[in-house]
């Protein structure tokens, strides 16, 4: 029998993205799921082992979508930019978009794709809100670089990055409703108790389930 998931634990047995698994925490168990750049399959992997989900899955790299199909898995090759629009209306219960939507080329569009395709939509990124981020700005006078921003300036997949504040009024401005955000540190725990501008300052990532 699988160890029960803990989505506190920094390096937990099935991955270590923990947006990961407050994503799954999130779906409902025997849920249709579509995942958006859905890489190696981790997130697919566990939704169907943990929840039963009947899962599908779309990513850009070749080398991604072989990994997922090794596994049995249910992934084609394509793009969150472009390929969405193909899907039917409410064809998901949950349409999720993980630490994908700084590097699209239209964010807003994505969302507006994700929100039509799926009854709920779940999206995480990381927050360039972070204290590091801003430290690095500002004293060191350059791009920065952390755990969930690694690469430079110059070879960086993230062209939209954006903070937990700025998601929230694009969510305003859209008319989405959010049901659920959480921010989490550096060390993947959730700043639950936080207030907004607080959670904008040490959350180093976060994690949204939204609806229409």
Known sequence: MNAPVNPRSVRPPETSRVDL???A???KPGSRVLDIGCGDGTLLRILADKHGVDGRGIELSQAGVNSC???GLSVI?????????????LAFDYAILSQ?????YNPRHVLEQLLRIGKHAVVSFPNFGHWRVRTQLMFGGH???TNNLPEGWYDTPNIHLCTIKDFLALCEDMGVKVERAI?????????VSMPLFAQNLFGEQAVFLLSR
């Open 143 to 145: 791009m920065p670089r």
């Open 100 to 104: 994908t939507i700084q590097a699209t």
């Open 183 to 191: 921010a989490l540190n550096a060390y993947g725990t959730k700043l």
């Open 69 to 71: 199909v090794a596994q």
């Open 25 to 27: 925490e999130m779906v």
């Open 21 to 23: 698994l407050l994503i």
């Open 77 to 89: 090759q394509g793009d969150a930019d472009d390929d969405l629009a193909y899907y039917p209306d």
